[in-house]
T-cell receptor, first 113, second 114 residues
């Protein structure tokens, strides 16, 4: 079956530090990959996505590259801000046919001034 | 703005007292989902509708039911809430069920069971 594994948090960084949150997946076929962000007390928002190998998704300074050879989709940002503090979920959907979203367990990011 | 709206944001119910959570969407999406999210955990899919076709996850308790009277609205009914059902309930939509269509989430309803 499909599964997503994320690094455990919390990840604690100072403002302007470099961020990496690791995500690896197991899936049949070639899934689409997503990063969602959840701010405190809110629902999930789509942050970025990639639908095929070597695609790079990017948004708000975050980026992630779909690496088929390592089955990974690591999230990176060059310089984090306090407002980036949130929980980040990696997720996948199988690309062919009808499917639902499989989430990782989420990684909390805490950024201090 | 097109969006997914959940009401209420906070719901308190008593042990065993039926409760209904509501979700509406202005995106005109075909698929609507209900997820349960407990503290510090990933959202867990309870069920979803593709148009009027209902799809229940195998491990969703019978205590949880859903209705979708039209494209725009979807309801989650908990027939006899237990303390273990206290959680954030998230509604989401997608244009179709294929891999490329992302999910759009509402802000959730936080359910407390007393």
């Amino acid at each position: 079956g499909n599964s997503v594994t994320q690094m455990e948090g919390p990840v604690t960084l100072s403002e302007e530090a470099f961020l990496t949150i690791n995500c690896t997946y197991t899936a049949t076929g070639y899934p689409s990959l997503f990063w969602y962000v959840q701010y405190p007390g809110e629902g999930l928002q789509l942050l970025l996505k990639a639908t095929k190998a070597d695609d790079k998704g990017s948004n708000k300074g975050f980026e992630a590259t779909y690496r088929k050879e390592t089955t990974s989709f690591h999230l990176e940002k060059g310089s984090v801000q306090v407002s980036d503090s949130a929980v980040y979920f990696c997720a996948l959907k199988t690309a062919s046919g009808y499917s639902t979203l499989t989430f990782g367990k989420g990684t909390m990011l805490l950024v201090s001034p | 703005d097109a969006m997914v709206i959940q009401n209420p944001r906070y719901q308190v119910t008593q042990f065993g007292k039926p409760v209904t959570l509501s979700c509406s969407q202005t995106l005109n999406h075909n698929v609507m989902y209900w997820y349960q999210q407990k503290s510090s955990q990933a959202p867990k899919l309870l069920f979803h509708y593709y148009d009027k076709d209902f799809n229940n996850e195998a491990d969703t308790p019978d205590n949880f039911q859903s209705r979708r009277p039209n494209t725009s609205f979807c309801f989650l009914d908990i027939r006899s809430p237990g303390l273990g059902d206290a959680a954030m309930y998230l509604c989401a939509t997608s244009s179709d069920g294929t891999g490329n269509s992302p999910l759009h989430f509402g802000n959730g309803t936080r359910l407390t069971v007393t």
